[in-house]
């Protein structure tokens, strides 16, 4: 009969270094196959923490108790909290309750984007957060399998699992081989040192015998329907067929299309936030303007707000070469380390040099039919946008069909930016009038222009620039053409560069990646399309408006004006609030981050765990320690005091074999541990199987003996001789010599 209590799972694999390490490399190479779906390189070091951090853990604090492991758990959630949240939350590293707010817009906003955007998306927050939550989760399944359960191959289904899916959402995505073969040679290592771990350890529930076949073929039959699903699923997930951004079919039957590796706001936002000044192009003209590369003019509220250009082959034309006016800008173009495929040009594009030019006729957007714009040498003639005389600021003749596209909205954009647009621009009865009075509401003095703050991981990236009334170029422009949308007024927004700095040697223009710029450009009757009506404050910094000619200074202060609150209004409701005063510049706002993550954010994320670890583990033992000495029979509080025993044995490596009798664990474990640990451990077996067997009732002086006994035991472990036996014990399990039970 068995009597040592009940059996344990982890043994010698769950300590054994091997394996861990060799499941770690497993998992690493899970992160590092993310490359395929995201873009950028901010991505690597927070999914290799969430890989290897669950390894490091369970080596760290193996236990089979259910208490343990969720307070592991919560502790790994405190930390990822910690490190997702902390640029907008706290400067000290502790969450608040605006934590939770600004982690689930960041994870609503990687869903978002991961939903509508073909990948590889961009390396935004929310996307990183949900990468490092499918790390995590991977690598934690992995390690219970391979320690708890003592699988092998069911250890490497989780991985497996990922990968699929990753190369089935990203069938055109370049490299993932790497990752590929790292998780090919790393299982490969896993299965080799798990099969001679197991070998030296006692046999347990699972990974031998019946059971364990039972559970590898459920496993193995998970994972590879996990895969089919991925692979037959994935091309039907939303925005797996997602049109492109540019349709380049000049003759409407080809199939040449043209997607911009990063959406054209993310790399404005990426260029400013760079902090080398890098030379992009030099243009010679006689005036400075700001040079356009391309004009979006669809909007989304997905992902933090999203503007697209889509166009097909009966939008697009081949070459340009109109009239041109008597002041028409002249530019000569050389293009450097620009990339993509925009070229670009002055507002408005009458004729260009190239013949091949591809031309996006709604918008005179420029694009090269070369694979790339570095290199390039042409020549634009641009027509400038014409200042509106009195007559034409009068006029208020709807606009023409070819236009009212530019109109629409969304029905989910908030009703708040709506219901603020009409009272910016209440009693203007000209579109020129409300155009202006947009203009002059963002231009007040009230909103803060600061490149580093990044909404775009926002659900409501517009309402919270509107509450907190700071942002930089992007959330001005797209702000501003809603908001003229929502009165009526033709919008879209423009990417591209502000004038740069003239040369005085060669009297070029030199622009660089910190001359990234948005506007917003809006059509007016008699007028057409024009960019006179830049929202974005001027700025030292890089990215503030430089437009030519701007007059708009500190205008007239307009009617009063609310900015609407960051909850969702219901429909009907005015969705506006008491004014926000001007935020201080020195004082970073709340819900803003930079779309980094500072060193000091990892350490806080660490520490955090750390201290959970520290805290829960010890609060456990001594709670489950204190039950078994409260239990109201004697006999039931001698068998607690053995299984405290047990569980001592456990932590130092020993496995608990079910046809062991006490008295013979004793004995075995006896050289192990030390003679002076041996002797009350030894005691403590009688006293526990004569508890079991005896036909007297155990008295509550024997019960009380039994634990003094426990106690010694444990003193001894904590001695000079017991630290010995503990190193030696260590030495033999890392070597693969664990001790095999002895022959029943």
């Known amino acids: 009969m068995t009597t040592t209590g009940r059996p344990h799972g982890t043994t010698g694999p769950g300590r054994a270094l091997g394996p861990t390490l060799a499941l770690a490399a497993v998992s690493a190479g899970v992160a590092l196959g993310m490359g395929r779906l995201v873009t950028g390189d901010r991505w690597v070091l927070p999914l290799l923490a969430a890989a290897l951090l669950p390894h490091a853990l369970g080596l760290a604090t193996r236990t089979r108790t259910l208490a343990t492991q969720i307070g592991v758990w919560a502790a790994g959630l405190v930390g990822?909290?910690?490190?997702?949240?902390?640029?907008?939350?706290?400067?000290?590293?502790?969450?608040?309750?605006?934590?939770?707010?600004?982690?689930?817009?960041?994870?609503?906003?990687?869903?978002?984007?991961?939903?509508?955007?073909?990948?590889?998306?961009?390396?935004?927050?929310?996307?990183?957060?949900?990468?490092?939550?499918?790390?995590?989760?991977?690598?934690?399944?992995?390690?219970?399998?391979?320690?708890?359960?003592?699988?092998?191959?069911?250890?490497?289904?989780?991985?497996?699992?990922v990968l699929v899916w990753v190369a089935a959402l990203t069938p055109g995505a370049d490299g993932g081989i790497g990752a590929a073969a790292m998780v090919v040679v790393a299982g490969g290592v896993f299965c080799t040192v798990q099969r001679q771990a197991l070998r030296t350890q006692a046999p347990g529930r699972v990974g031998t015998g019946r059971a364990g076949t039972r559970v590898l073929v459920v496993g193995t039959g998970l994972a590879v329907a996990a895969a089919l699903v991925g692979v037959a699923l994935a091309p039907r997930l939303p925005g797996a067929d997602a049109p492109p951004l540019l349709d380049l079919r000049p003759d409407g039957r080809g199939s040449s299309t043209y997607q911009t590796s990063i959406p054209p706001l993310v790399d404005v936002a990426d260029n400013l936030r760079r902090g080398e000044r890098i030379e992009l192009f030099t243009v010679d003209a006689r005036t400075p303007q700001y040079w356009r590369t391309v004009a979006?003019?669809?909007?989304?509220?997905?992902?933090?707000?999203?503007?697209?250009?889509?166009?097909?082959?009966?939008?697009?034309?081949?070459?340009?070469?109109?009239?041109?006016?008597?002041?028409?800008?002249?530019?000569?173009?050389?293009?450097?380390?620009?990339?993509e495929r925009w070229m670009p040009a002055a507002f408005a594009p009458v004729a260009v040099s190239r013949a091949d030019t591809l031309v996006v006729e709604g918008s005179l957007t420029l694009v090269t039919e070369a694979d790339s714009v570095t290199g390039l040498r042409y020549s634009v003639t641009s027509a400038p946008p014409p200042e509106p005389t009195p007559a034409q600021q009068a006029e208020v003749t709807p606009p023409p069909p070819a236009v009212v596209p530019a109109t629409r909205l969304p029905a989910d954009v908030p009703a708040a930016v709506r219901d603020l647009a009409v009272t910016v621009t209440a009693g203007?009865?000209?579109?020129?009038?409300?155009?202006?009075?947009?203009?002059?509401?963002?231009?007040?003095?009230?909103?803060?222009?600061?490149?580093?703050?990044?909404?775009?991981?926002?659900?409501?990236?517009?309402?919270?620039?509107?509450?907190?009334?700071?942002?930089?170029?992007?959330?001005?422009a797209s702000t501003y053409a809603l908001m003229a949308r929502a009165v009526g007024i033709p919008a879209r927004v423009a990417v591209g560069f502000t004038p740069g700095t003239s040369d005085p040697v060669t009297g070029r223009y030199v622009v660089t990646n910190l001359d990234a710029h948005a506007w917003p450009e809006v059509w007016l009757p008699g007028v057409g399309w024009t960019n006179r009506f830049e929202p974005t404050p001027p700025s030292a910094g890089p990215g503030g408006s430089a437009l030519p000619g701007d007059t708009a200074g500190t205008p007239v202060a307009?009617?009063?004006?609310?900015?609407?609150?960051?909850?969702?209004?219901?429909?009907?409701?005015?969705?506006?609030?008491?004014?926000?005063?001007?935020?201080?510049?020195?004082?970073?706002?709340?819900?803003?981050?930079?779309?980094?993550?500072?060193?000091?954010?990892?350490?806080?994320?660490?520490?955090?765990?750390?201290?959970?670890?520290?805290?829960?583990?010890?609060?456990?033992?001594?709670?489950?320690?204190?039950?078994?000495?409260?239990?109201?029979?004697?006999?039931?509080?001698?068998?607690?005091?053995?299984?405290?025993?047990?569980?001592?044995?456990?932590?130092?490596?020993?496995?608990?074999?079910?046809?062991?009798?006490?008295?013979?664990?004793?004995?075995?474990?006896?050289?192990?541990?030390?003679?002076?640990?041996?002797?009350?451990?030894?005691?403590?077996?009688?006293?526990?199987?004569?508890?079991?067997?005896?036909?007297?009732?155990?008295?509550?002086?024997?019960?009380?003996?039994?634990?003094e006994r426990l106690a010694e035991f444990r003193r001894q472990l904590r001695s000079g001789s017991g630290r010995r036996a503990r190193r030696a014990r260590g030495l033999a399990a890392s070597s693969g010599a664990g001790a095999r039970p002895p022959a029943a």
């Open 428 to 476: 203007a009865t000209t579109p020129y009038e409300r155009a202006r009075r947009l203009r002059d509401f963002f231009r007040d003095g009230t909103f803060t222009y600061d490149p580093q703050v990044d909404l775009q991981d926002s659900a409501d990236a517009t309402l919270e620039f509107l509450r907190i009334r700071r942002g930089f170029c992007v959330q001005f």
């Open 296 to 339: 979006l003019d669809r909007y989304s509220p997905a992902a933090g707000g999203q503007w697209t250009l889509q166009a097909d082959g009966r939008d697009i034309a081949r070459g340009l070469d109109g009239a041109a006016p008597r002041d028409a800008v002249v530019q000569r173009f050389e293009i450097g380390r620009l990339g």
């Open 80 to 161: 990822f909290v910690v490190w997702a949240t902390v640029p907008a939350t706290t400067r000290i590293g502790i969450p608040t309750g605006e934590s939770v707010r600004v982690l689930g817009d960041r994870l609503g906003a990687g869903v978002a984007t991961l939903r509508n955007l073909t990948p590889p998306v961009p390396d935004r927050p929310g996307v990183v957060c949900i990468a490092a939550i499918v790390c995590w989760c991977t690598a934690a399944t992995a390690d219970a399998l391979a320690t708890r359960r003592r699988a092998t191959v069911g250890a490497l289904g989780p991985a497996v699992t």
């Open 558 to 707: 307009p009617p009063v004006a609310t900015p609407p609150t960051t909850a969702r209004p219901t429909p009907g409701s005015p969705g506006s609030a008491p004014p926000a005063p001007a935020p201080d510049p020195a004082v970073p706002p709340t819900g803003t981050t930079d779309g980094g993550t500072p060193w000091w954010q990892w350490v806080a994320g660490v520490v955090a765990v750390v201290a959970g670890l520290l805290t829960v583990r010890p609060a456990t033992r001594g709670a489950r320690r204190a039950a078994r000495r409260r239990r109201p029979d004697p006999a039931a509080r001698v068998a607690g005091a053995w299984e405290e025993a047990l569980d001592r044995l456990v932590a130092l490596g020993e496995p608990r074999p079910v046809h062991c009798t006490p008295n013979e664990l004793a004995a075995r474990v006896g050289a192990r541990v030390g003679p002076d640990a041996a002797r009350p451990l030894t005691a403590l077996a009688d006293a526990h199987t004569a508890a079991q067997f005896r036909g007297t009732r155990v008295t509550e002086p024997e019960a009380a003996a039994a634990w």
